[in-house]
C-alpha cells in the first residue's frame, strides 16, 4: 500500500484504515489507495472493515481540488462515488468503522457500508455540500436516498443537517453508536457474527436488494460527468 490506507488482514477480515495524518481527504492518491485495498481483500475473499483514523473517519474530497474545476476535478469526483459504487455492490460484506467526523463524500462511504458502527462523542454526520455552496452531485443524492429514513433524507440533503452519532442512527447514516472504551470490541463482535454468514448469498442478495439504486447511482454518475465536462 501507499502513504496513505494502511491493509492488514488477518486470514477472513481485511481491515483497510485511512489515516493522512489530518482529516482523511479523499484525493486522487486517498482514492487510488482505497481501491486497491479493495482489490487486494476481494483476491483474499476477506470481510472488509473501513476505518478512519481517531476522531475522524473522513472529511469529504480535497476542497482545493474541487473548487478549482477542471479535468482533476472531474477525475476525483468520478473516482470518489464509483468508489462508493463499487462498495455498494461489493462481493464481501463491508463493515465502516465510522472514528469521528463523517463529512460529504466522507458520508456517503459511510452509507455504503453493509453495516456501520459510530463512536459516540461530538462529532458531526453530515452532507454539507448546500451549506458550503455546492450543489449536491446527483450520485450522491441516490446514494443518500437508499439508505437514510424517509423523513430525514430531504433535511440531510437540501438543508445539510448536521447529526451528532446518536441522531445519525435515527436517521439511517449510522446502524449503531457505542462509546469509544467499547468500540474495538463491538467491531470484533460485529465481524464475528458477520463471518458466519453464507457469502455467496449475501453477495448474491445484495446484488438483488440494490438493483435499483446501484442502477440509479451508475446512472447518476453517467450524467453527472457528462453535465461536468459540458
Known amino acids: ?23 482523511n ?47 482533476n476535478a472531474r477525475t476525483m469526483l468520478r473516482a470518489g462515488f464509483e468508489l462508493a459504487e463499487r462498495m455498494l455492490s461489493f462481493p464481501m460484506p463491508v463493515v465502516i468503522a465510522c472514528t469521528g467526523h463523517a463529512v460529504a463524500m466522507g458520508v456517503f462511504l459511510v452509507l455504503s457500508g453493509d453495516y456501520r458502527i459510530g463512536v459516540a462523542g461530538r462529532y ?6 448546500v451549506a458550503i455552496g455546492i450543489t449536491l452531485p446527483r450520485a450522491a443524492i441516490e446514494i443518500c436516498r437508499q439508505r437514510l429514513t424517509p423523513a430525514h ?32 470490541q463491538e467491531l470484533a463482535t460485529a465481524l464475528t457474527g458477520i463471518a458466519q454468514m453464507d457469502m455467496m448469498a449475501h453477495a448474491a442478495t445484495k446484488l438483488r436488494v440494490r438493483k435499483q439504486a446501484l442502477t440509479a447511482i451508475h446512472e447518476a454518475i453517467q450524467l453527472e460527468a457528462a453535465s461536468y465536462a459540458a
Open 153 to 184: 433524507f430531504s433535511r440531510a440533503t437540501v438543508l445539510a443537517e448536521v447529526f451528532p452519532p446518536a441522531g445519525a442512527v435515527e436517521a439511517g447514516f449510522l446502524d449503531r453508536v457505542v462509546e469509544a472504551a467499547e468500540f474495538d
Open 124 to 129: 458531526k454526520i453530515t452532507a454539507n455540500e
Open 1 to 23: 500500500m501507499g502513504s496513505l490506507v494502511r491493509y492488514d488482514f488477518d486470514g477472513s477480515v481485511a481491515r483497510i484504515t485511512m489515516d493522512d495524518g489530518k482529516v
Open 25 to 71: 481527504v479523499l484525493s486522487q492518491e486517498m482514492l487510488a489507495e482505497l481501491n486497491e485495498a479493495l482489490g487486494r481483500a476481494e483476491a483474499d475473499a476477506a470481510i472488509v472493515a473501513l476505518a478512519g483514523r481517531a476522531g475522524v473517519f473522513s472529511a469529504g474530497f480535497d476542497l482545493q481540488v474541487l473548487r478549482a474545476g477542471g479535468s
